[in-house]
């Protein structure tokens, strides 16, 4: 059977990369005493699925991943198991039994996702953040540089950009993920910042700690009708 567990990632854990994470939950699942499943073969390892990576230095209450296990008690017993088994940051909020058609893969559904951008007291302080958003968001195309290895392109970040909006001083973003469309927030943050000439890239303003970034979930279904992966499939 394939089960999908949502985690939290909090505190010093948002600077564990993705390897980490994986390396991490393989340990876990063995000290929990999971009936995981295994690859055949002559390197044998626990068959996990990670849905979309998480920035180094973000935290979130929306990552998943799915695990195929031989067999499992309910679905408190299982939450209860691995999260004796969790480390200070890393909490499993979550676990559901999903269909076993790839297409219901974590990461091959993955279609969108959702942040909450907050901004140091003193940066908010200098700009009217709020009324540049609106500005910026109102346009029709917002024409961007995009580098890859082999060439430069330029592409419109506005399609890309499916919901935002400010509350309480922080930015809301809904965001196209997956493979065939994608943007990271910090792209976004890129195009806005220089389109409302703030001397500052995303990545700029996320290092030095001028922005903090929050992954909230992430959805897979068409943009007029997502649903978070933490509500595919059926309580355990």
């Not at 969108?112 to 009324?131: I, K, Q, R």
């Not at 979930?217 to 509500?231: A, H, M, V």
């Amino acid at each position: 059977m394939k089960v999908r567990f949502r985690f939290s990632k909090e505190g010093e854990t948002c600077y564990l990369g993705h390897l980490d994470m994986m390396r991490f939950f393989q340990k876990a699942i063995r000290r929990a005493h999971i009936d995981v499943a295994y690859s055949q073969g002559f390197n044998p390892h626990q068959i996990l699925s990670f849905a979309s990576p998480l920035g180094l230095g973000m935290t979130s209450q929306g990552e998943y991943f799915d695990a195929e296990l031989k067999s499992c008690g309910s679905g408190r017993e299982l939450l209860e198991a691995i999260n004796g088994a969790m480390t200070e940051g890393i909490r499993v909020l979550g676990v559901r039994r999903i269909p076993d058609e790839g297409k219901y893969n974590a990461m091959a559904a993955l279609t969108a996702c959702s942040y909450m951008v907050s901004f140091d007291e003193s940066f908010a302080a200098e700009y009217d953040l709020c009324g540049m958003w609106q500005r910026f968001i109102s346009r029709d195309s917002i024409p961007v540089i995009k580098k890859t290895k082999t060439q430069t392109v330029e592409t419109d970040l506005r399609p890309l950009i499916l919901d935002s909006g400010f509350s309480s001083g922080k930015l809301r973003l809904l965001l196209a993920a997956g493979s065939v469309e994608s943007v990271k927030a910090v792209a976004v943050l890129s195009a806005f910042f220089e389109s409302s000439g703030i001397p500052l890239s995303g990545e700029q303003a996320f290092k030095t700690g001028t922005v903090r970034i929050e992954r909230l979930d992430q959805f897979t279904g068409d943009k007029d009708k997502l649903t978070s992966l933490g509500e595919v499939g059926e309580e355990i």
